[in-house]
């Protein structure tokens, strides 16, 4: 069954381009990492999946519905790159937020807290946490309701590694996952497929054994990926 469904998509911001004609499709419950250097597009990509803003052109299915439809919202999880959560709530009114928005039984808030070792900062404004606690918040945030798809910018920006673990084992439980990071190694962790984008353009797409097949002798992985990004088979 198709999850994500993205056709000729084109997004403008002002007279620079973003996204140029993207197109592809992701099946329920596989994994991808969406890879590309600085300004690539990939920020914009999940954005516009996880229905905040539109393309400009090109058509985006999520379950065959709008990103923006309520019943995509239920079955959706996305944590934004650099998420802030609610900046005046304390950590247990931000979760108790979203899980009445949610419908969520406020019991896998307290677990959540405990995996992630928040539960002492429960009454902590999230303006007062520091930067890699406010991730972790943000991620029990986007996974609280268990979502069937999830869009993920960035998600081990700012965790200390015990925690990056942690996290990792968290998000490999999740269904349907498009990932978008910089560190190669997590990539690998999360994902069996992987989506190279530069310049608004996909470079390539497939599985990540095969991209590690695409080795010239001893190539390391990094190679391969800065030659595609380049447009260099
Ligand atoms: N709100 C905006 N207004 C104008 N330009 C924008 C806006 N958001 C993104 N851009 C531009 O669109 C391009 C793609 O940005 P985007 O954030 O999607 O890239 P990215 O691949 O996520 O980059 P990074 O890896 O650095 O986070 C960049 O040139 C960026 O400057």
């Known amino acids: 069954m198709l999850c994500i469904h993205v056709s000729n998509v084109e997004k403008r911001y002002g007279s620079l381009i973003a996204l140029n004609g993207i197109s592809f499709d992701?099946?329920?419950?596989?994994?991808?990492?969406?890879?590309?250097?600085?300004?690539?597009?990939?920020?914009?990509?999940?954005?516009?999946?996880?229905?905040?803003?539109?393309?400009?052109?090109?058509e985006v299915k999520i379950m065959d519905k709008d990103p923006s439809s309520v019943e995509i919202k239920k079955i959706l999880g996305y944590l934004p790159e650099d998420a802030d959560p609610f900046p005046g709530l304390s950590v247990i009114d931000n979760l108790k937020f979203v899980a009445s928005l949610r419908n969520v039984d406020e019991n896998k808030i307290y677990d959540l807290l405990d995996i992630l070792d928040l539960r002492r900062y429960i009454n902590y404004k999230a303006s007062t946490l520091s930067r890699g606690n406010k991730q972790k918040l943000a991620i029990a945030m986007a996974i609280l309701h268990e979502p069937n798809i999830i869009l993920l910018d960035e998600p081990l920006n700012y965790l200390d590694i015990p925690t990056q673990e942690t996290?990792?084992?968290?998000?490999?439980?999740?269904?349907?996952?498009?990932?978008?990071?910089?560190i190669l190694s997590v990539?690998?962790?999360?994902?069996?497929?992987?989506?190279?984008?530069?310049?608004?353009?996909?470079?390539w797409m497939g599985d990540f054994v095969e991209l590690k097949k695409m080795a010239n002798g001893n190539e390391s992985i990094e190679h391969i990926i800065a030659r595609l990004i380049k447009g260099y088979y």
């Open 26 to 58: 992701i099946n329920c419950n596989e994994k991808w990492a969406l890879l590309g250097p600085n300004g690539a597009g990939k920020s914009t990509l999940l954005k516009i999946l996880a229905g905040l803003i539109r393309p400009d052109k090109g």
């Open 167 to 182: 996290v990792i084992e968290l998000l490999k439980k999740m269904n349907t996952l498009l990932v978008s990071t910089h």
């Open 187 to 203: 990539a690998d962790k999360l994902a069996t497929k992987v989506l190279i984008i530069s310049n608004g353009i996909i470079r």
